[in-house]
């Protein structure tokens, strides 16, 4: 194991503790009795109860929506398939605050647990339909035409059979929706529902970062841990995969019949509310706001924040795959305990809040490093440990995929190992690299809690100047970011598409 990649991964996985170090040292700073007493209020009850019921009820919504829509366009005779299963997962390039803010656009008086359970379920049901379509994609129909020939109806065959082969890509979609339901602070705050996140974004402009506000982040990150909990207990250790060889059947497809017209209403439907109507109201307000909204001031600033965009996107996508490199590292070639635990905790920490991990920067920059407060490496820094999973991940395939032989061939061959490496593992590594960066790239171009907390005074990106223009009820001015992000978020929600495709085998 060479010791520069064990030193840098154990410092990864070091800094990756910080957020949850913060929040035990917090509620041990307040003391146990004051801890209770701000945990234990009515206001803290009401968060909890609206928090819970949001979850409880979106992500059984998103999972009927996802999982049904994943069935009706893999396993059925839908007529216009591949059009659906674009269109299913559209709605991926829409960031939540901005689907709020069309929302709000239509129904000025969206407010409250009904508007918010309807917000997230359009927003993140992608999240459970994009896995669930490419698992039907690749399953083996030949289980299904067995249970078909001992006498078992199309809906037995359906939770009989495959159903119970959906469980890990249900789980794992239900986990990404529930973490998003827990960390979203735009889509809410703007409906004005209040959950965690937005009471602690409150408490932070007030207080700034009061006693109050590190009890709400401590509750809300024991939601996170007992959701990681819940996850882990739904996926089970069962095993799905098909041992033997022979190639896969062909799936055949259910007829659907007189159900064939329900089915491309509801699915319209769907497509209408999460996409239709966001991209419709953005068109609007870009009319109505005529020449205005693209004037020199106006095309100055967004210009600027594009820029400042594109340029924290790319510093943040470079310092999180080189930040993942060890670790996947470490995994791959040397498998074990001391890897498992590195990894499980960036996985933990990412599925944080990010305001929670901005409150534990700003604080530690406080009181350890002051300079470091509000400024750009602090920001990147945010932005590595909340979306170094999307790298890892990728990394993981690619590095899996360069044998260690090649290396250790090339070394025979009398090349240096660390030449050795950059033309041979790192070259076959470099797509899966790409990939990723792509992804977490993606992701901090639409981050908004963490970035407004650690941006730079006077860094402005089209996520923190579209929140700024929306809240003042400049809705044509933010329509013009909005449209950016949604142009920017396409390619690469059809990327993640194509690639789920591809791994499916079609």
């Not at 990649?5 to 040292?25: D, E, N, R």
């Not at 943040?316 to 670790?327: C, H, K, Q, R």
């Amino acid at each position: 194991m060479p010791l520069p990649v064990l030193v840098l991964s154990i410092a990864v996985g070091a800094v990756s503790l910080v957020p949850l170090g913060f929040v035990v040292a917090m509620t041990i700073a307040t003391g146990w009795d004051t801890a209770i007493a701000l945990i234990f209020r009515p206001r803290v009850l009401e968060l909890l109860g609206n928090t819970i019921w949001l979850v409880v009820i979106s992500v059984p919504l998103c999972l009927v929506i996802g999982v049904g829509g994943a069935w009706l366009v893999e396993r059925t005779t839908l007529f216009g398939h591949r059009i659906w299963a674009v269109l299913l997962a559209a709605p991926l390039a829409i960031p939540a605050f901005v689907n709020s803010y069309a929302w709000v656009s239509v129904v000025p008086s969206m407010s409250g647990l009904g508007s918010g359970v309807f917000l997230a379920t359009l927003s993140y049901y992608p999240l459970v339909y994009i896995p669930a379509a490419a698992t039907l994609a690749r399953l083996d129909p030949a289980l299904e035409q067995s249970a078909a020939s001992l006498g078992l109806g199309p809906w037995r065959v359906f939770f009989r059979v495959v159903l119970p082969q959906l469980r890990i890509a249900v789980a794992g979609g239900a986990l990404l929706v529930g973490l998003h339901l827990l960390s979203e602070y735009g889509a809410f705050a703007m409906i004005r529902f209040d959950t965690f996140t937005t009471a602690i974004m409150e408490q932070y402009r007030s207080t700034f970062n009061g006693a109050a506000g590190n009890m709400l982040a401590s509750v809300l990150v024991l939601l996170c841990l007992v959701m990681l909990a819940v996850e882990s207990r739904a996926r089970g250790n069962a095993r799905y995969a098909k041992l033997g060889s022979g190639a896969q059947a062909a799936p055949t497809r259910l007829g659907l019949g007189g159900f064939q017209l329900p089915s491309q209403l509801a699915l319209a439907a769907v497509a209408v509310l999460a996409f239709g109507v966001p991209v419709w109201i953005i068109g609007r307000w870009l009319i109505a706001g005529g020449a205005k909204i693209w004037a020199n001031d106006a095309f100055t600033a967004l210009s600027a924040a594009l820029g400042q965009s594109l340029w924290l996107g790319f510093l943040g996508a470079l310092a999180t795959i080189v930040a993942a490199f060890p670790l996947t590292w470490l995994a791959v070639r040397f498998p074990g305990w001391l890897s498992k635990t590195l990894e499980l905790a960036n996985y933990v920490t990412s599925s944080m809040p990010g305001i929670v991990l901005a409150l534990a920067f700003v604080t530690v920059a406080l009181h350890a490093i002051p300079d470091l407060y509000q400024t750009t490496p602090l920001l990147v820094a945010a932005y590595v440990l909340l979306f170094l999973p999307r790298a890892l991940v990728s990394l993981r395939a690619g590095l899996s995929q360069a044998p260690k032989e090649l290396e250790e061939a090339a070394r025979a061959l009398g090349r240096r190992p660390i030449v050795a490496f950059v033309r041979v593992t790192l070259r076959l590594a470099a797509p899966a690299a790409a990939g990723g960066a792509a992804l977490v790239f993606l992701a901090v171009v639409n981050e908004l809690t963490a970035t407004l907390l650690l941006a730079p005074t006077g860094t402005s990106t089209l996520a923190t100047e579209f929140w700024n223009l929306s809240n003042g009820i400049d809705y044509a001015g933010a329509a013009p970011y909005a449209l950016l992000m949604i142009l920017l978020s396409a390619p690469m929600t059809y990327l993640l598409f194509q690639q789920s495709k591809k791994a499916a085998g079609q």
